[in-house]
């Protein structure tokens, strides 16, 4: 697994992530109909927020992003995105790992969507989330804290 550090994010990382999303994301929304090359960024431009968001770097360059957003006693799980060259490295399930030991520590709640189809579904199953609910696009997710 190679070397990675998470930052906080700023106001200035939000084209570098929404260009990643767009890549990331582009295969399952292609998949299930719904991919727009400029709505699949403005989305994130409209809902980021650097305060619970961090940045992924490996090498110390830019590699991803995650955010644990607080929300109705829960933690959101929210725009986690790596770039797909490091995927299947091992970079996000010790990223996720150390996130949700953060959250076990504390007792929380964590919640997710991922999209229908999406393989990143058997990483959070792997971590402890079940289905909770699940619409023709996304599946919801939770997972209680361990311990």
Known sequence: MADW????????DVEAVA???AVVMRPDLE??????EQR???RFRDGFGAAHTWVIEVGGEFAG???LRPADNALWLEHFYLDPR??????????LRELLERCDSEGTLVR?????GSPARRLYERHGFTVESED??????VRTPAG
């Open 65 to 67: 992003c995650v955010a």
């Open 19 to 21: 260009e990643l999303r």
């Open 31 to 36: 998949r299930l109909g719904r991919y727009d």
């Open 112 to 116: 997710l969507n991922v999209l229908q």
């Open 40 to 42: 699949v960024r403005q």
């Open 86 to 95: 490091l995927q299947g490295a091992g970079i996000g399930s010790g990223i």
């Open 5 to 12: 550090e998470m930052r906080p994010a700023s106001a200035s």
């Open 136 to 141: 023709p696009v996304d599946v919801f997710m």
